[in-house]
């Protein structure tokens, strides 16, 4: 069970005073490293300039980014966001781990979509489309060590 008073540290007061565009333009880069060699033509389409924010509710992250012709684009502000995920970390890692489906998450309110409910949807049938070559090798490694600390979903 995470400690309630977690984010009151010290290291989560730092965490929470970096700025956001250095881990938004690693993030992106992520994106466009594992996910984006999976994405079909006309998916990059419907997905081209919409603003995405993901926000992790246990750690001080956010992160905003949108698809543009040469890849994913980490957003400095200049666009709200169309569509809002909003989970603790756990969450994510047990989706990218496919341990949970999407769908039971979300009904269950430990996944929030908010915004433009089609264009969520849209992205997570993608998400749950994708092989799971997608998801580097060092997740699958590193996650089963990591997931006693993170917090339950």
């Given at each position: 069970?995470?400690?309630p ?8 007061a ?19 490293r ?5 994405l ?12 995405v ?8 992250w ?24 909003t989970?603790?970390l ?10 949970e ?12 979509v908010?915004?433009d ?7 997570k ?6 092989p799971?070559?997608a ?12 997931k006693?600390?993170?917090t339950?979903?």
């Amino acid at each position: 069970m995470a400690d309630p008073n977690r984010s009151r540290t010290p290291f989560f007061a730092l965490l929470a005073q970096l700025p956001r565009y250095p881990a938004n333009a690693l993030f992106c880069h992520a994106l466009n490293r594992h996910l984006l060699p999976f994405l079909n033509p006309e998916t990059r389409r419907s997905l081209w300039d919409q603003p995405v924010r993901l926000i992790i509710t246990d750690f001080p992250w956010q992160f905003d980014f949108a698809l543009a012709p040469f890849g994913f684009r980490p957003l400095t502000g200049e666009m709200p966001p169309r569509v809002t995920f909003t989970a603790p970390l756990a969450v994510y890692c047990a989706l990218i781990a496919q341990e949970e489906d999407s769908d039971t998450l979300f009904f269950q309110r430990r996944l929030r979509v908010s915004g433009d409910t089609a264009l969520g949807l849209f992205i997570k049938n993608t998400l749950d489309a994708l092989p799971r070559e997608a998801v580097p090798a060092l997740f699958f490694s590193l996650y089963p060590k990591c997931k006693p600390w993170l917090t339950t979903p």
